[in-house]
């Protein structure tokens, strides 16, 4: 069973999916002192529901996962509302990103995991995210681990972690959530596409983990999927964009009219089965594999 924004669905119904997306990132401060002004939320939903119906009709992508926290300002609105019209399932986040915010360095762990539990209770959720950013995985971090890893023996729900793989962390962050008991194969060490390094890769792979090579979009991206399949860490490869249709991260928050979306489809899977990737070798990755990472 996967949890998706509309209603569970089972694992026959994913189809391709994109395991590491967002619609769209939010500032929650603006969000409350801009209020209606803060973006055209019309809009975003129509351009969403167009990329997303047009990469259902060109390729056959069925599901999309958000990792958009409450934090980030999570619109589980918009996500229903492009889910039914795009009739892609959308697959939304709980958890917390590593921002250090003044309440979240005081609440408790506990504390942390009711919140979390809340949101689970209260609202169609399919996965946890959590996030370490900084090289050195601290208290602060720590903590908002040990509170996911609570909710996931609690629900077992899929976790996805946001990791730096030019530091390393992810190998940490995926150690502190295994010693409190997360089975290898619920987690999800995102971003490691973002390093040339395979050992950095193979280190967290030989864990048990899912290796999220979630920011595909450079020239050696073809490469590096080439090589960490060929160290045989294929059945634990997932692949997606981390794309924004709308962003915060910038001076000014912008409407994206160009999105990557559509790049593993149109771009990665030519170019994998040029170097003699098959179509079974093709669907471990963009099905099989995030199908068995979501499936609870
Ligand atoms: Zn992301």
Request: proline share 4%.
């Amino acid at each position: 069973m996967i949890r998706c924004v509309l209603g569970n669905i089972s694992a026959e119904d994913t189809g391709l999916v994109l395991p590491h997306e967002h619609i769209v990132c939010r500032e929650p401060c603006s969000v409350e002192m801009f209020g209606d002004a803060y973006y055209d939320s019309a809009a975003i939903q129509s351009d969403a529901v167009r990329w997303l119906s047009d990469l259902k009709a060109q390729y056959g992508l069925a599901t999309f996962v958000d990792c958009t926290t409450p934090n980030l300002g999570r619109d589980l609105d918009l996500l229903k509302s492009v889910s039914a019209a795009a009739g892609v399932n959308i697959v939304a986040s709980t958890g917390f990103y590593y921002g250090v915010e003044p309440m979240l360095g005081l609440l408790s762990e506990d504390y942390l995991a009711e919140a979390m539990l809340a949101d689970i209770a209260r609202n169609p959720i399919g996965v946890i995210k959590s996030a370490v950013e900084m090289e050195e995985v601290g208290e602060y971090q720590i903590k908002l681990l040990r509170a996911a890893a609570k909710v996931h023996l609690q629900t077992h729900l899929p976790m996805i972690v946001h990791s730096n793989a030019n530091n390393g962390n992810g190998f940490r962050a995926a150690n502190i959530l295994l010693s409190c008991g997360v089975p290898a194969t619920s987690i999800t060490i995102g971003h490691l596409s973002d390093t040339e390094n395979v050992d950095t890769i193979s280190r967290i792979a030989e864990l048990g983990c899912y290796i999220g090579l979630d920011r595909l979009g450079e020239k050696r991206h073809p490469d590096l999927i080439e090589a960490v399949w060929q160290r045989g860490y294929g059945r634990q490869m997932l692949l997606s964009h981390d794309e924004l249709l709308f962003s915060p991260f910038c001076e000014r928050p912008i409407h994206k009219k160009e999105t990557r979306y559509g790049h593993i489809f149109a771009d990665i899977v030519p170019e994998l089965q040029k170097r003699g990737f098959s179509a079974q070798d093709i669907h471990l990755l963009l099905h099989e594999n995030p199908t068995r990472m979501l499936n609870v």
